[in-house]
């Protein structure tokens, strides 16, 4: 387009009041909270960037949809249209839905975990890592070097390392009932996978006889990236893309909450028939029936619908640049940034802003409670809270320490934005002040949603 200005291919129809609070009030707050995000009153944020999963807004056609849902228990027809949507993208023959992605990754990883199982990836998540280790499986990374360095201006840096998962599978044979690839890659930074590497990482697992899975939350997202940064791709429908990328694979996992646009929902989807019988046991066992796994029908009728607006060009390239437009403007005022700027999310490299806080004192969970103080934003921290518990209970550095502001989708304007970076700026003017946290209380998994904090 001819003009600088990044306009949102919509019109607000609905909007929902922020509640403007002091620098006290906030303080205040998250104190009260122990000093965990997570544990705030949504009332008390006023810019909600803890995550992009089910916070962004649906379309007038998606709550249109939602009037055609079927309630009926079994053999809904809100399932054949969900079911539908599902493989015009993803045309795996077993379609399973569930309330939300980390159902399906119970589901699956239950049927293929187990003690002395390995699960490689190219980064796990943490509800992925956490139900993985819960079977008494490992979890294991594998993604590029350029993807372990913050500043690196590699196009994919969600690429899986295929020599490094060619030599583990060669190691581990017999022990490794599936790779995971996860697009884009979450705790990366939100970096894509290009299609030669999800190619090369299928050739890989072809050659051990190890099923490939997709972890594809991002998939639109991953999608655009492809078509404007891989060469032979730019002419090219995302839709078409999309298929290109699930036929390399054998099934997937799904949080439906990210790209599908909804508030709630997954699925997980195979191809092997004896596989999908023994997940859809476990469905009815924990989900519900085959048919609406945890959700209503009208749920089923709104992903339906979202499947169809994300993989819409108007709109990835406003989500893609109205993203870039936070990361650029950080990057312009000095505050380090992982790069290139990924789909979902601008992710801030508290190790680097505040290298005089150790990892072991937590500069993520120091940055991420400094930002909600001095402006009512809230982000998540994605480094050595969430990952550096280890499964044996020890605790060790993370690989980065980031702080993750998410971009909920078709939901905050420019001025929103702008707002978030004047108070990224503030922040990292006072970088220096900032002190480190220790963890007061934890759970032994997913500690990062329920740990209390106090200040060092």
Not at 245 to 268: E, Q, R, V, Y
Not at 323 to 349: E, M, N, R
């Amino acid at each position: 387009m001819p003009f600088r200005t990044i306009i949102e291919p919509f019109r607000i129809h609905s909007v929902a009041p922020l509640r403007m609070t002091t620098e006290a009030q906030r303080r205040n707050a998250v104190q009260a909270a122990g000093f965990n995000l997570f544990s705030l009153h949504s009332d008390d944020v006023m810019i909600d960037l803890l995550t992009d999963s089910g916070t962004g807004a649906m379309s007038r056609d998606q709550w249109a949809a939602i009037q055609h849902g079927d309630e009926s228990y079994a053999g809904s027809p809100s399932y054949e249209i969900f079911r539908d949507a599902v493989q015009s993208l993803f045309p795996f023959k077993h379609v399973i839905p569930t309330h939300q992605g980390r159902a399906a990754e119970k589901i699956i990883f239950t049927v293929l975990g187990g003690s002395g199982r390995s699960i490689p990836s190219n980064t796990h998540f943490d509800t992925t890592r956490a139900n993985i280790e819960y079977t008494g499986a490992a979890a294991v990374d594998l993604v590029i070097a350029e993807g372990r360095d913050p500043a690196s201006l590699h196009p994919f840096k969600g690429n899986m390392d295929t020599a490094a998962l060619d030599a583990f599978l060669a190691a581990n044979r017999g022990a490794v009932p599936a790779v995971f690839i996860t697009i884009t890659n979450n705790s990366g930074g939100g970096q894509p996978v290009s299609l030669a590497n999800l190619r090369e990482t299928r050739a890989v697992c072809q050659r051990h006889g190890v099923p490939l899975f997709l972890d594809a939350c991002r998939f639109a997202e991953n999608a655009w990236f492809i078509r404007e940064r891989e060469p032979g791709q730019q002419e090219r429908n995302v839709a078409d893309i999309v298929r290109d990328m699930a036929s390399l694979a054998d099934g997937m996992t799904m949080s439906a909450k990210k790209d599908p646009m909804g508030n709630i929902g997954g699925w997980l989807a195979v191809n092997d028939d004896a596989l999908a019988e023994q997940c859809r046991n476990l469905l009815i066992l924990t989900e519900g029936f085959p048919t609406y796994g945890g959700l209503a029908g009208r749920d089923l009728e709104a992903l339906a619908q979202g499947l169809k607006e994300v993989v819409d060009h108007d709109y990835l390239r406003y989500r893609i640049r109205s993203t870039a437009y936070l990361g650029d403007a950080l990057l312009k005022s000095g505050i380090p940034v992982v790069q290139p700027i990924g789909g979902h999310a601008v992710y801030l490299d508290a190790r680097s802003l505040l290298k005089h806080i150790a990892p072991l004192q937590y500069p993520g969970q120091a940055l991420a409670v400094a930002l909600y103080e001095a402006g009512g934003v809230r982000g998540c921290e994605i480094g050595t809270v969430m990952f550096g518990r280890q499964a044996d209970g020890s605790e060790k550095a993370a690989t980065l320490d980031l702080v993750r502001l998410a971009i909920p989708r078709r939901t905050y304007t420019q001025s929103h934005i702008d707002y978030v970076i004047e108070v990224c700026q503030q922040v990292a003017a006072q970088a220096q002040s900032l002190r480190g946290y220790r963890i007061v209380s934890e759970p032994k998994q997913l500690r990062h949603f329920t740990a209390t904090f106090e200040p060092l």
